[in-house]
């Protein structure tokens, strides 16, 4: 292959240069090409022709050899120039040198009067080829990971304002509330969707509003305020799982895992009736969990609830399932037992706060100092303290009745009433025969009737019979219906499997890495 060279322009002929351009509907601007070496043209060998043979035929004979080559060269440079001009849409200019007599061929140009034994078309290109794309501006998206994320779920009345006030961001996204096209797109929020915000520096630096896991509309802060789009691949939300051994403890091997510190609080929680934390965990107790994890720009930037737990000891095995019931009540539920579907029908308690001041049972009354059966439990709490009912049920009596004073009887399942005595007044609008639900205010502490001081006299009655409320065996109702029965095993049995995964995984790479050590 012949080596090639650039020449330099030449001022003398650019003119006739560019009108060749013109002629031949190139870009003016081009590559030049100059094709270098000692080639020569093959001379053909003299062969004497018979003399049979036609005259017709010997005035046909070839041109002088010293034409072909740059008929030749000149043929193929020009395909040559062609094919870059439509491949790489890059202006080309030709020239080729024959060293045989010095001159240079240009493909695209008439020769130069002026110079009869140069025909160079001279152009002047950059030293490195410059490529050019087109396209769409893609603005960067601003780091994840900088500052502090918070979310907020989006409640029936909420506005972009409130929210924002919620969060005292107010101040800082003054500019935001104020861009009309974020207010347009965020003037409906749906309740129960999430809006995250990122705080760099006390300062809003960026918001998302997930309306559903995989669509969102993402603020960013610019130099000029605000700008906000709509975004399906940026923003989404899973389901992560982690599974563990503990060596230390559950926080500090959960971050070690890739815990966050909230679900590793959660983890306590979801077990508080299984697994006695106050005494510690024992090492190599086992953990898996299944929970939320919301990521932007494919990084974690909030985890939320766990779904599904398990703790293992070397002795026993807990799984609990997160369950939402139809009244919106979220309990943690073992999938595997009848009796965690079920909850007692009765509080133990009227009142969430104060003491028990008196039990039930014998004792020497209060005011008038002999011994005498005391039929309820008395919990001391300040005047005015809400008393709610225990259970579901309805009004049998509400008045004033003797020592009692201010009281208030329910109606219960299965012959089952309860007393409340000695309110200091009843809800406004209850009367009797009213329905009533487990954790209603019914009325208010007071000291009304034979009283010493501020409390509330509970009864637990059986067809009559007054029961010691502390300890007596409460009737057991289930907390699903069977709808919610159904969707609950369905989402269980899901769950199940996946822990079953995770446990099986994480076995495989602690045998892997104990196989590696030995």
Same mark, same amino acid.
């Given at each position: 292959?012949?080596?090639?060279?650039?020449?330099?322009?030449?001022?003398? &002929?650019?003119?006739?240069?560019?009108?060749?351009?013109?002629?031949?509907?190139?870009?003016?601007?081009?590559? $030049?090409?100059?094709?270098?070496?000692?080639?020569?043209?093959?001379?053909?060998?003299?062969?004497?022709?018979?003399?049979?043979?036609?005259?017709?035929?010997?005035?046909?004979?070839?041109?002088?050899?010293?034409?072909?080559?740059?008929?030749?060269?000149? &043929?193929?440079?020009? @395909?040559?120039?062609?094919?870059?001009? &439509?491949?790489?849409?890059?202006?080309?200019? /030709?020239?080729?040198?024959?060293?045989?007599?010095?001159?240079?061929?240009?493909?695209?140009?008439?020769?130069?009067?002026?110079?009869?034994?140069?025909?160079?078309?001279?152009?002047?290109?950059?030293?490195?080829?410059?490529?050019?794309?087109?396209?769409?501006?893609?603005?960067?998206?601003?780091?994840?990971?900088?500052?502090?994320?918070?979310?907020?779920?989006?409640? $029936?009345?909420? &506005?972009?304002? /409130?929210?924002?006030?919620?969060?005292?961001?107010?101040?800082?996204?003054?500019?935001?509330?104020?861009?009309?096209?974020?207010?347009?797109?965020?003037?409906?929020?749906?309740?129960?969707?999430?809006?995250?915000?990122?705080?760099?520096?006390?300062?809003?630096?960026?918001?998302?509003?997930?309306?559903?896991?995989?669509?969102?509309?993402?603020?960013?802060?610019?130099?000029?305020?605000?700008?906000?789009?709509?975004?399906? $691949?940026?923003?989404?939300?899973? $389901?992560?799982?982690?599974?563990?051994?503990?060596?230390?403890?559950?926080?500090?091997?959960?971050?070690?895992?890739?815990?966050?510190?909230?679900?590793?609080?959660?983890?306590?929680?979801?077990?508080?009736?299984?697994?006695?934390?106050?005494?510690?965990?024992?090492?190599?107790?086992?953990?898996?969990?299944?929970?939320?994890?919301?990521?932007?720009?494919?990084?974690?930037?909030?985890?939320?609830?766990?779904?599904?737990?398990?703790?293992?000891?070397?002795?026993?095995?807990?799984?609990?399932?997160?369950?939402?019931?139809?009244?919106?009540?979220?309990?943690?539920?073992?999938?595997?037992?009848?009796?965690?579907?079920?909850?007692?029908?009765?509080?133990?308690?009227?009142?969430?706060?104060?003491?028990?001041?008196?039990? @039930?049972?014998?004792?020497?009354?209060?005011?008038?100092?002999?011994?005498?059966?005391?039929?309820?439990?008395?919990?001391?709490?300040?005047?005015?303290?809400?008393?709610?009912?225990?259970?579901?049920?309805?009004?049998?009596?509400?008045?004033?009745?003797?020592?009692?004073?201010?009281?208030?009887?329910?109606?219960?399942?299965?012959?089952?009433?309860?007393?409340?005595?000695?309110?200091?007044?009843?809800?406004?609008?209850?009367?009797?025969?009213?329905?009533?639900?487990?954790?209603?205010?019914?009325?208010?502490?007071?000291?009304?009737?034979?009283?010493?001081?501020?409390?509330?006299?509970?009864?637990?009655?059986?067809?009559?019979?007054?029961?010691?409320?502390? /300890?007596?065996?409460?009737?057991?109702?289930?907390?699903?219906?069977?709808?919610?029965?159904?969707?609950?095993?369905?989402?269980?049995?899901?769950?199940?499997?996946?822990?079953?995964?995770?446990?099986?995984?994480?076995?495989?790479?602690?045998?892997?890495?104990?196989?590696?050590?030995?």
């Amino acid at each position: 292959m012949l080596p090639f060279k650039r020449r330099p322009p030449s001022s003398s &002929t650019k003119k006739g240069w560019d009108e060749a351009m013109k002629r031949y509907n190139l870009p003016v601007g081009g590559i $030049e090409v100059v094709i270098l070496g000692d080639y020569k043209p093959k001379q053909q060998k003299q062969q004497r022709k018979p003399e049979s043979v036609n005259r017709k035929h010997t005035a046909s004979a070839k041109p002088p050899a010293n034409r072909k080559p740059l008929r030749y060269i000149a &043929t193929r440079s020009l @395909f040559l120039a062609v094919g870059l001009a &439509t491949l790489g849409n890059i202006p080309v200019y /030709s020239m080729i040198s024959t060293p045989d007599d010095g001159k240079v061929l240009n493909l695209v140009s008439q020769p130069d009067s002026n110079s009869p034994g140069q025909v160079l078309k001279d152009l002047s290109l950059p030293a490195v080829a410059v490529e050019s794309y087109s396209g769409y501006a893609v603005d960067a998206l601003q780091d994840a990971h900088q500052g502090n994320w918070t979310m907020h779920v989006v409640g $029936e009345d909420d &506005t972009l304002k /409130s929210i924002m006030a919620k969060l005292e961001l107010s101040k800082t996204a003054k500019a935001l509330l104020e861009t009309s096209s974020i207010q347009e797109s965020l003037a409906e929020l749906k309740t129960g969707s999430r809006i995250f915000v990122q705080v760099v520096d006390d300062h809003l630096d960026q918001l998302i509003y997930a309306k559903n896991e995989h669509r969102a509309y993402i603020v960013s802060a610019t130099d000029n305020g605000y700008t906000g789009q709509w975004d399906e $691949e940026a923003f989404a939300m899973r $389901e992560s799982k982690i599974a563990f051994t503990v060596k230390h403890s559950i926080p500090k091997d959960g971050k070690a895992a890739g815990l966050s510190g909230s679900v590793a609080r959660q983890i306590n929680h979801v077990f508080r009736k299984d697994v006695d934390f106050r005494k510690g965990v024992r090492v190599g107790d086992k953990v898996g969990v299944i929970f939320e994890d919301f990521q932007y720009q494919g990084k974690s930037i909030y985890t939320d609830k766990v779904l599904a737990a398990e703790y293992s000891n070397n002795k026993e095995t807990w799984q609990r399932i997160r369950f939402t019931l139809a009244d919106g009540k979220t309990d943690y539920f073992r999938p595997d037992g009848d009796t965690e579907l079920k909850r007692t029908a009765f509080e133990r308690k009227p009142v969430t706060v104060g003491h028990m001041s008196s039990g @039930f049972g014998m004792r020497s009354h209060p005011v008038f100092g002999f011994r005498k059966s005391h039929a309820g439990t008395d919990f001391a709490a300040p005047r005015g303290t809400p008393i709610h009912a225990t259970a579901d049920g309805s009004v049998k009596f509400i008045g004033r009745q003797g020592g009692y004073g201010n009281v208030i009887e329910l109606r219960h399942m299965d012959g089952i009433t309860t007393l409340y005595g000695h309110m200091s007044g009843f809800k406004e609008g209850l009367q009797s025969g009213n329905s009533v639900k487990r954790g209603d205010v019914i009325g208010y502490v007071g000291s009304t009737g034979t009283s010493t001081g501020n409390h509330v006299h509970y009864e637990y009655r059986i067809n009559g019979e007054p029961q010691n409320p502390m /300890s007596v065996e409460l009737p057991q109702i289930g907390i699903m219906s069977e709808a919610e029965m159904k969707d609950f095993k369905n989402f269980a049995s899901s769950m199940v499997e996946q822990l079953a995964d995770i446990r099986k995984l994480a076995a495989a790479e602690q045998a892997q890495k104990d196989q590696k050590g030995g």
